[in-house]
């Protein structure tokens, strides 16, 4: 069984940093491809970052390219997204997902596991 777990969360001004990391619970960690998403009020949820199952192929949403970072330690079961000169729309709560698969995908509905999800605040 997996299990996902968000943590890092919280209240940064505009311009900040923030780390978020992701928790893997399972044996299979390797075999899967790792994403992040975030949905702010109103809206659907986005896809933010993704990486392949060894962490070489690394893929971003337009909005956050150049600010954000998807990392993973595949010894520790551990997934990072490194956000930089944070802005206000990047307010939201943001999700991690896995699926057991060698591409990564930018849509929702192809990941079978998500985390519970972080509240990230931006504020002026």
């Known amino acids: 069984q997996v299990q996902l777990g968000e943590s890092g969360g919280g209240l940064v001004q505009a311009g900040g940093s923030l780390r978020l990391s992701c928790t893997f619970s399972?044996?299979?960690?390797?075999?899967?491809?790792v994403g992040w998403f975030r949905q702010a009020p109103g809206k659907e949820r986005e896809f933010v970052a993704g990486?392949?199952?060894?962490?070489?192929?690394?893929y971003y949403g337009d909005s956050v390219k150049g600010r954000f970072i998807i990392s993973r330690d595949n010894a520790e079961n551990m997934v990072y997204l490194q956000m930089n000169s944070m802005k206000l729309e990047d307010t939201a709560v943001y999700y991690c997902a896995a699926r057991r698969s060698r591409s990564v995908a930018m849509t929702t509905p192809l990941y079978e596991y998500w985390g519970q999800g972080t509240q990230v605040t931006v504020s002026s």
């Open positions: 990486a392949d199952r060894i962490g070489d192929n690394k």
């Open positions: 399972g044996r299979t960690f390797g075999e899967h491809t």
